[in-house]
């Protein structure tokens, strides 16, 4: 890939994990949330805020891990990528913050032209950056959704 192929790929890539494009970003709907609800499960759902906020910072952390590190190992699925605990204020803040520096780490990897965004990682089955990027994009933007509807069902969203 030439040098302004990618660098317009990257361009892009870093647009989609940082902003809304057609959508609200994780950082909007994860914005002001009384601490009284982090933990409150709507009626039906099996998720809390907290639940979906730490979810998707250990998914994003196990790509990150997963891009940039040979050895790495993931969690047991499904049990490893679900808090079983409660957050309040503090943590809370601290996962948000955690997701934020983790998306960082990653976009430098997508940044450093000695990673070729389309050759498969040596240590994968075939995953490319290209590929793990959009992992997290998709990822986090389907858990955001599901982020807005949980606020709306606290009665926490306009």
């Known amino acids: 890939m030439d040098k302004h192929t990618r660098a317009t790929l990257v361009k892009e890539l870093t647009a989609l994990l940082e902003q809304g494009q057609a ?13 009284a609800l982090l933990n409150q499960r709507p009626d039906g759902l099996p998720y809390s805020l907290w639940e979906l906020a730490e979810h998707v910072r250990i998914a994003q952390w196990d790509i990150l891990e997963f891009s940039r590190d040979a ?8 049990e490893g990528y679900w808090p079983a605990d409660h ?12 997701i934020k520096e983790d998306r960082t780490q990653f976009l430098a990897l997508l940044q450093d032209p000695a990673h070729d965004l389309l050759a498969p990682l040596p240590h994968g089955t075939g995953q490319t950056l290209l590929r793990e990027a959009l992992l997290i994009a998709d990822h986090t933007a389907y858990h955001t ?6 606020r709306r069902l606290l009665n926490d969203w306009d």
């Open 71 to 78: 050895r790495h190992e993931s969690p047991q699925w499904p």
């Open 87 to 98: 957050a309040d204020a503090a943590r809370w803040q601290a996962t948000l913050q955690q």
């Open 23 to 35: 959508h609200v970003t994780f950082e909007e709907a994860t914005a002001d949330v009384p601490a």
């Open 145 to 150: 959704g599901q982020i807005i509807l949980v």
